[in-house]
């Protein structure tokens, strides 16, 4: 089976997605052309580049996600995962959540 | 894929901030669950027959409290009676999809829910405030009358009790700000799980030793609804450097969050130190520092058309409300006179009010 993009799912909660148009989720489709192996720090790069319109430093810090946002991968926290290391699978689902919005 | 610490042989989902243990769905929800029983009880933060009054603002927090209560109430029987209560700061489009929330926690969870709002309360909405004094000093206003509304809402509903969401993330951040003003009257108060029971209705934090990961984890993996997002006037610049600068040690090491709590907790102040007495608002009989508390000096300031008396540190604004006093004082013995300012406590003064410095 060849495939040309790795499609996945992305999520934003917890007022993440107030950076992201108010739009929880997204169906995107990854090109493996350039990159064949993507890890989660390629996709905040992405994310950056392609989805994140205003204020990048209030979701992204450092090649990683600003400290206070978790994220899932699957639901499971990423922490268990190798966090940006880890290596994204086809129809992997990756949420991340602010814990720093108002409570 | 790891897997669960306890070694029940399911997958793990989470690593626990305060442990480093990985847990399963399961065994977190039992561990959280038991974790806050634990802390209720050893605080003795509850008697049994209390009506208990949870701060709902529709966020994560409050509604992880809202439902862990009601769960822990039926598991171990602890007899309380759980009400909702809300302040609508009447800042429009902010509060109305967190109302909506609350009301969904209410019918959830089946407790009444009660509303009040600071029109009701002080005669002047959030948006009405900002209209007159700009955005600059708009959250001290906020803070100031968010911390007497939740009384004055509790003193109407006749609870024993005021439950805040806040947990061990927002607590440690007190802490640190509290140390960075100097502020020692605050700095070991702010650590305390029961607050003003000695001077009016007590106020209990049953989520002080939770950290802000797990409460997020548990809403998501319970599939709780709750609403966020920043208030749409200035946030809190002080407060938000304060949380940047906890989050990014956090993530170093976990463990110091728990770190500045203990250090809050274990501070004592030197007795050489002036400490402000406590004594009772001369207007609203709120506990005060100051013989007319911090609220009625904003109103006064608002109601005079001079919004900027009361911020900082003014002795203008006391000689200004010393000079009200003696008005209001010739004025209400007049019994017809009901334009008065005095008259418009919608509460009463009759009722016991606790301390508006702590939070
Ligand atoms: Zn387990
Ligand atoms: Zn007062």
Redesign the pocket.
């Given at each position: 089976m060849s495939v040309d993009t790795l499609p996945i799912s992305i999520g934003f909660g917890g007022g993440a997605e107030l950076l992201f148009g108010n739009k929880k989720n997204f169906a995107i489709s990854l090109p493996v052309q350039e990159i064949t192996k993507w890890q989660i720090s390629d996709l905040l790069k992405w994310i950056q580049d392609n989805l994140l319109k205003e204020r990048p430093e209030l979701f992204i810090q450092d090649n990683s996600v600003r400290p206070g946002i978790l994220v899932l991968i699957n639901d499971v926290d990423w922490e268990l995962m190798d966090t940006i290391n880890y290596v994204i699978q086809p129809n992997d689902e990756i949420v991340f959540i602010s814990t720093l919005h108002g409570g | 894929m790891s897997s669960?610490s306890?070694k029940?042989g399911?997958k793990a989902v989470l690593k626990r901030p305060k442990t480093g243990d990985v847990?399963?769905k399961?065994?977190f929800f039992e561990a959280f669950e038991t974790e806050i029983h634990f802390t209720i009880t050893r605080a003795k933060l509850f008697k049994a027959g209390m009506t208990v009054a949870v701060a709902a603002s529709g966020g994560k927090d409050s509604t992880v409290l809202a439902y862990i209560l009601k769960i822990l109430n039926e598991r171990f029987n602890y007899d309380l009676r759980l009400v909702l209560l809300s302040i609508d700061e009447g800042i429009t489009g902010y509060r109305d999809d967190s109302l909506d929330t609350v009301k969904r926690n209410r019918d959830d969870y089946d407790m009444p829910l009660t509303i009040l709002s600071y029109k009701d309360l002080y005669g002047w909405t959030m948006d009405e405030i900002v209209a007159e004094i700009g955005r600059k000093n708009n959250c001290t206003f906020c803070g100031v009358f968010r911390r007497q509304a939740l009384d004055r809402g509790a003193a109407l509903l006749k609870v024993d009790c005021i439950a805040t969401g806040h947990n061990a993330d927002d607590i440690a951040e007190t802490v640190l700000m509290n140390i960075l003003r100097g502020d020692l009257a605050r700095l070991n108060r702010c650590t305390s799980i029961i607050t003003g029971h000695g001077d009016g209705i007590a106020r209990v934090k049953p989520l002080k030793y939770t950290y802000e990961k797990e409460i997020v984890m548990y809403a998501y993996f319970k599939q709780l609804v709750y609403f966020s997002t920043e208030c749409i006037f200035a946030p809190n610049a002080y407060r938000g450097h304060a949380r940047v600068l906890l989050k990014d040690m956090e993530k170093i090491d976990p463990a110091v969050i728990m770190n500045i709590i203990h250090s809050g907790e274990s501070l004592t102040v030197n007795e050489e130190v002036n400490m402000p007495t406590l004594t009772k608002c001369s207007r609203c009989n709120h506990v005060s520092s100051q013989t007319v508390c911090k609220a009625c000096v904003l109103l006064e300031g608002l109601n005079r058309g001079l919004p900027k008396l009361g911020i900082g540190k003014s002795s203008k604004a006391k000689k200004m409300i010393a000079e009200h006093d003696k008005k209001k004082y010739e004025c209400s013995s007049s019994a017809e006179n009901k334009q008065c300012i005095c008259k418009n406590d919608p509460v009463g003064n009759s009722i016991d009010r606790k301390n508006d410095v702590t939070w």
């Open positions: - | 669960c306890t029940c399911k847990l399963c399961e065994c």
